[in-house]
C-alpha cells in the first residue's frame, strides 16, 4: 500500500512507523527488522533496494515451496561448513623474531576423520591448528580432551574443540537449499521469465547472506568453545574478543613451546657459496660462534669446527640416520622443535662436509667427501639434487690432532728461506700443498737417488729414501 501510492520504499524503520500501538512506545526497529528478515528467508517477503520489502508474489512463494522441500543430508552441509570456516579464518601469519611462520589448519565434525582445511607448505614452518566440531556436552568434556592434547599424535597441535554450536546446522543446511535451487536455475538463466530470473537473482543474494551467517556462526561457537594444547586448556574468550583474536594471540603465543630450538636466522646463496669456495675469507658473521657455530677462528684463521648447538643437531640426526636424503632432513628440522629454514640445513650440511664430518651420495651415485669435489655447487644450489641426494656420517682415520701434526710437519720441511709456508688445517689446504710441493721434492729426491748410482761401489740407499723409490 505504502510502495503502491506514497512511492515509500517499505524498509524497517517505516513498516516499523506503521506498528506504533500508542504515542511514545520505546522504538521497535530492531525488533520488527528481525521479523521482517524471517519473514523473507521463509519465502513470504521479497527484498529489493528500490521497493524495499514486498509481499512474495504467487510464483516466489512456488519458488520458496520448491527450496524447503529440497533435502539437505548432513555430508551435504559439513562441506559447506568447512568452505565456510575457512573463509572465517583471517589472521596475519603468526611471528617469532624476524620469522613468519605458516598457519596448517585441520577440521573434524561428527565423522572420525580429520580433515586439512588448509594446505601445508612443503617449505614452510606452520602452527598446526585441530579445530573440533564436536555436537553433545559430553563430547566437549576437558576431562578427555586435556589429556589427549598431550599424546604423541596432538602434542604439536593447538586443539580447539567448538562451544555451543548455536544454530550453525541450520544455517548451513539452508544454504545447502539456496545452493541447490541456484545450481538448478542459473543454468538456463537466459530461458527464464522475467519474475523467475528475480527469483534467481534474489536466491543468489540469500545464499551469500547464509554464507556470510554461517562464518559468523562458526567464529561464535568456536570463540566459545576451549582450546587444549599439551594438557593445558586455554579459554579464547580470555585471549581476544573474537575468534580471529584469540587465534592470532594463542598461536603467537605458543610459538616459542612449539620451536624451543628455533633460530632466527637466513642464509642467502652468496653466503652459503663462501662455505663451498677453496678458501675461507671473510665469511659471514652467521657462521661464526655468535651465530650459527659452523665456524670457528684458530690463529686467525677459519676452520669449520661446526660445534654450534644447530650444526650438532644437524649431525645427530645424520648419525643417528644414516643415509638420510635430504629432503627428509630438510621436514626433519622443518617441523618442531626446530623450525630452521631450509637454507640453514643447507648451510650446516655444508660446513659439514668441509669439515670431513658428512659425506653424500647423489642420485647419480657419485660421492662427495669434499667441497672441492666435482658438482659441489650444483648439488647446494639445486634444491631437486639435494633433496635427493643422500647424506651418511664420514668417519675419518684422521683426526684434528693428527692434521694438526701435519700441517706442522709440511710447514717446517716445505719452508724456505724467508718465504714461510702456512697451511689452514683442513684436507683441501694439505691436498693442495702436497700437490704444489711434492712433485718439486720428488726431482730432487730422484736427481740425487741418479747420483748416488753413479758412485762406484754404490751404497745402498738409506731406509727413508728407499721408500720413495
Keep these: 500500500l505504502v510502495q503502491d501510492r506514497e512511492g515509500f520504499a517499505t524498509k524497517a524503520e517505516r513498516v516499523a512507523q506503521c506498528l506504533y500501538r500508542r504515542l511514545g512506545q520505546p522504538n521497535r526497529v530492531d525488533e520488527v527488522s528481525a521479523a521482517l528478515e524471517r519473514l523473507r528467508q521463509a519465502g513470504l517477503l521479497s527484498l529489493t533496494e528500490k521497493h524495499g520489502y514486498r509481499i512474495q508474489s504467487s510464483s516466489g ?52 576423520h580429520v580433515h586439512p582445511l588448509t594446505k601445508k607448505s612443503l617449505n614452510d614452518a606452520v602452527v598446526t591448528l585441530d579445530l573440533r566440531f564436536v555436537t553433545s556436552q559430553e563430547e566437549r568434556l576437558a576431562a578427555d580432551w586435556a589429556p589427549r592434547s598431550n599424546n604423541d599424535q596432538l602434542r604439536d597441535r593447538i586443539v580447539w574443540v567448538v562451544g555451543d554450536p548455536g544454530p550453525i546446522e541450520d544455517v548451513a543446511r539452508a544454504l545447502a537449499k539456496s545452493r541447490r535451487m541456484i545450481a538448478k536455475y542459473a543454468p538456463k538463466r537466459e530461458s527464464l521469465s522475467d519474475d523467475k530470473k528475480r527469483l534467481l537473482r534474489e536466491e543468489e543474494a540469500l545464499a551469500e547472506e547464509h554464507l556470510a551467517q554461517l562464518r559468523s556462526a562458526l567464529g561464535r561457537a568456536f570463540h566459545g568453545g576451549c582450546v587444549y594444547f599439551r594438557g593445558r586448556p586455554i579459554t579464547p574468550r580470555d585471549r581476544g574478543g573474537s575468534f580471529n583474536s584469540a587465534l592470532q594471540d594463542i598461536a603467537t603465543s605458543l610459538l616459542p613451546e612449539l620451536y624451543p630450538h628455533f633460530t632466527d636466522f637466513a642464509v642467502t646463496d652468496a653466503e652459503l657459496a663462501q662455505l663451498l669456495a677453496r678458501d675461507l675469507h671473510g665469511p659471514s658473521e652467521k657462521f661464526l660462534e655468535k651465530g650459527l657455530g659452523i665456524l670457528g677462528r684458530d690463529a686467525g684463521k677459519y676452520e669449520p669446527t661446526c660445534a654450534g648447538a644447530v650444526p650438532q643437531r644437524v649431525l645427530q640426526v645424520i648419525q643417528r640416520e644414516p643415509g638420510i636424503t635430504g629432503e627428509r632432513l630438510l621436514k626433519t628440522f622443518l617441523a618442531p622443535p626446530y623450525g630452521y629454514a631450509g637454507d640453514v640445513v643447507r648451510a650446516c650440511v655444508a660446513g659439514l662436509l668441509r669439515g670431513g664430518k658428512v659425506k653424500l651420495v647423489t642420485e647419480s651415485s657419485e660421492t662427495i667427501t669434499a667441497v672441492r669435489d666435482a658438482g659441489v655447487d650444483d648439488l647446494f644450489r639445486r634444491d631437486r639434487d639435494f633433496k635427493r641426494a643422500e647424506i651418511y656420517p664420514h668417519v675419518e682415520p684422521v683426526t684434528g690432532r693428527d692434521r694438526a701434526s701435519i700441517c706442522k710437519l709440511l710447514e717446517t720441511a716445505l719452508s724456505s728461506g724467508s718465504t714461510r709456508l702456512t ?21 730432487k729426491l730422484r736427481e740425487l737417488e741418479r747420483r748416488f748410482a753413479r758412485l762406484p761401489g754404490r751404497p745402498a740407499l738409506p731406509p727413508p729414501l728407499q721408500r720413495f723409490g
Design 423 to 443: 697451511l689452514e688445517r683442513d684436507n683441501e689446504h694439505i691436498a693442495d700443498a702436497v700437490h704444489a710441493h711434492f712433485a718439486r721434492e720428488r726431482e
Design 61 to 112: 512463494q512456488e519458488w520458496s515451496k520448491e527450496r524447503n522441500a529440497l533435502h539437505a543430508g548432513f555430508d551435504l552441509w559439513r562441506e559447506l561448513a568447512r568452505e565456510a570456516l575457512v573463509e572465517a579464518i583471517d589472521i596475519a601469519r603468526p611471528r617469532m623474531g624476524t620469522r613468519a611462520f605458516g598457519l596448517h589448519t585441520l577440521y573434524s565434525d561428527r565423522s572420525v
